[in-house]
């Protein structure tokens, strides 16, 4: 783990924290964990649900884009959406462009609420799975980037049905190239007891 020292830089208060990982790594295991050692979590992936089920604008918006078959009955088809957007890079730019400042407006009220809790978390932190590829690191106090051995990610990906194949065809960096950019690597092999171990270092250091 990176960051041996209490990070000079981040001012009193509530660090924003970044966290990410490759696909199968355990971000979302990682990010429950964090909220059990008193961290205020947000997962930018559930944020971009609620707008795709709740904000009429962006429903209409890629309607008009590609179609009624993008939204059957009125309900958004992530999938069919995906299908469309990385199919292209203009395509993703434009829905990039129209979802990036939507979920930024959803992080902004949640960190600004978060930091006005009583008692004070340890920290915020967004689980972002691609915070790197899209250069928002800096927008945060720290970033942590979950990683773990090859043949266990391929095996949680799989129980998903998911492939790790389709992480390198969506443009994400290596995990080891996410772990070179991050403020904290964690590895996530072993037990939940040893993960939260490692994470509640991370969480010190954030506030030493």
């Not at 089920?53 to 309607?63: I, N, Q, T």
Request: hydrophobic share 40%.
């Amino acid at each position: 783990m990176q960051s041996e020292e209490p990070l000079a830089g981040i001012e009193p208060g509530v660090p924003l924290v970044g966290l990410t990982g490759g696909m199968g790594a355990g971000k979302s295991t990682a990010l429950a964990a964090l909220e059990r050692l008193g961290a205020e979590v947000l997962s930018t992936d559930s944020v971009v649900h609620e707008l795709y089920a709740g904000d009429e604008r962006l429903r209409e918006a890629v309607v008009g884009r590609w179609g009624a078959e993008v939204a059957p009955g009125g309900v958004v088809d992530r999938g069919a959406i995906a299908r469309r957007a990385f199919a292209d890079d203009g395509e993703r730019r434009w829905l990039e462009g129209l979802l990036w400042p939507l979920v930024g407006e959803r992080v902004w009220t949640w960190l600004t609420q978060a930091r006005a809790r009583r008692p004070t978390p340890r920290a915020a932190v967004v689980e972002v799975p691609m915070l790197f590829e899209a250069g928002m690191e800096e927008l945060y106090d720290a970033t942590i980037a979950v990683v773990a051995q090859e043949d266990l990610r391929q095996e949680r990906a799989a129980g998903r049905g998911h492939e790790l194949q389709a992480e390198r065809s969506a443009r994400q960096l290596s995990q080891e190239e996410k772990a070179r950019r991050a403020t904290f690597t964690v590895r996530n092999d072993g037990t939940m007891e040893e993960l939260e171990r490692k994470l509640s270092e991370v969480l010190e250091k954030l506030s030493g």
